[in-house]
């Protein structure tokens, strides 16, 4: 048995039978139902589309990501992978769809043509046009971050503020007065990320709390400008003798930084950050962090997806990630000057 069989007897094309089992194009209820009764009549052997046929679903999930254009972080690329793998072991299939800048277009499709049952995002905003677009179509989804008003949403996410706080507190505690945080980059700070502004929530309130001295510094998402922040530091900012950070990626430049000025981790600098657990240890010395579980992160996103497609009517959940800081080896007591 095949398409062709299939779309002769139930009197359409080749193609609407494919659209009808795969999703990608809208089609009539009728001319799904009676391409579904074909199927019933022949005894087509039950498979992944046919089942997803006869639910009405496409055992699709759509997993929206930041654009080409921007290069994933290592925690976003865990975040993708731990997403496909829960989703196989629920035997539905993942769809990866860029979003911002010239990919608006990927997204609508996935929005409006039937190609997915439900949708993760990703790289939430405060303010989202993402979410509202979801909410208007009536499309379910969960994030993996949270956007300013988050009570009626279904969202898995870490609490930034918490961490940094914690992280600040730490420092504090070590007798550190002039500590510096190191966010996201300037871009995605001015456009409402979340994790962003949180961090920056949480440092600012720490300090204050501590009446510690804080400088913050905003720096892209690479190695260059990891670096460049510590010169900045250094230039504007001897003073500072501590930094929490939770730009992983720019954790390696911050670590030659640190070198090339000769300060010698934590004798003469702490580092403490919030950062997936491999960044943490390849740092040198292993750093001082509160490990971000993204392999657990990405799974309850899934299991939280999976629940709203089985119960439409059910409470939004809501899932928030505030791990304890690691202590390891880049925090120590504040150098005597």
């Known amino acids: 048995m095949n398409i062709g069989e299939i779309?002769?007897?139930a009197g359409v094309s080749r193609s609407t039978v494919s659209y009808t089992l795969t999703g990608k194009r809208r089609v009539s209820e009728e001319t799904r139902r009676r391409i579904q009764a074909v199927i019933d009549e022949l005894g087509y052997r039950p498979n992944a589309s046919a089942r997803a046929l006869k639910e009405g679903r496409t055992r699709t999930l759509g997993l929206?990501?930041?654009?080409?254009?921007?290069?994933?972080?290592?925690?976003?690329?865990?975040?993708?992978?731990?997403i496909v793998e829960a989703a196989a072991r629920a035997d539905f299939d993942v769809l990866l769809s860029p979003s911002g800048g010239d990919h608006e277009r990927s997204f609508e499709r996935v929005v409006t043509g039937r190609r997915v049952d439900g949708v993760i995002l990703m790289e939430i905003r405060l303010e989202d046009d993402r979410v509202t677009r979801l909410q208007k179509v009536g499309l379910p989804f969960v994030t993996i971050g949270r956007t300013r008003d988050a009570e009626h949403m279904w969202c898995v996410d870490i609490d930034y503020a918490t961490l940094v706080s914690r992280c600040v507190h730490?420092?504090?505690d070590l007798g550190h007065r002039n500590i510096a945080l190191v966010n996201r980059s300037t871009e995605?700070?001015?456009?409402?990320?979340?994790?962003?502004?949180?961090?920056?929530?949480?440092?600012?309130?720490?300090?204050?709390e501590r009446n510690v001295t804080g400088v913050?510094?905003?720096?892209?998402?690479?190695?260059?400008a990891g670096e460049a922040c510590v010169e900045q530091l250094r230039d504007g900012h001897r003073e500072v003798t501590?930094?929490?950070?939770?730009?992983?990626a720019a954790l390696p430049g911050i670590q030659r930084g640190l070198e090339r000025a000769g300060l010698r981790v934590p004798r003469d600098f702490s580092v403490a950050g919030v950062a997936a657990r491999h960044w943490a240890e390849d740092f040198?010395?292993?750093?001082?962090?509160?490990?971000?579980?993204?392999?657990?992160?990405?799974?309850q996103a899934v299991?939280?997806?999976?629940?709203r497609l089985a119960n439409p009517q059910a409470h939004p959940r809501h899932i928030l990630h505030a791990p304890p800081v690691s202590l390891r080896a880049t925090t120590g007591p504040a150098p005597t000057r």
Do not use: K
Not at 242 to 248: G, H
């Open 284 to 299: 040198r010395p292993p750093m001082t962090a509160v490990d971000v579980p993204t392999h657990d992160m990405g799974a």
């Open 7 to 9: 779309a002769r007897r």
């Open 303 to 307: 299991e939280l997806l999976l629940e």
């Open 170 to 172: 730490h420092l504090a």
């Open 242 to 248: 501590a930094l929490v950070t939770v730009n992983e």
């Open 216 to 224: 913050d510094i905003c720096c892209a998402d690479d190695a260059p």
């Open 188 to 208: 995605l700070v001015a456009a409402g990320y979340g994790p962003g502004h949180r961090a920056l929530t949480g440092f600012t309130d720490a300090v204050a």
């Open 64 to 82: 929206v990501i930041p654009p080409a254009s921007q290069r994933l972080t290592e925690m976003q690329l865990a975040f993708v992978a731990s």
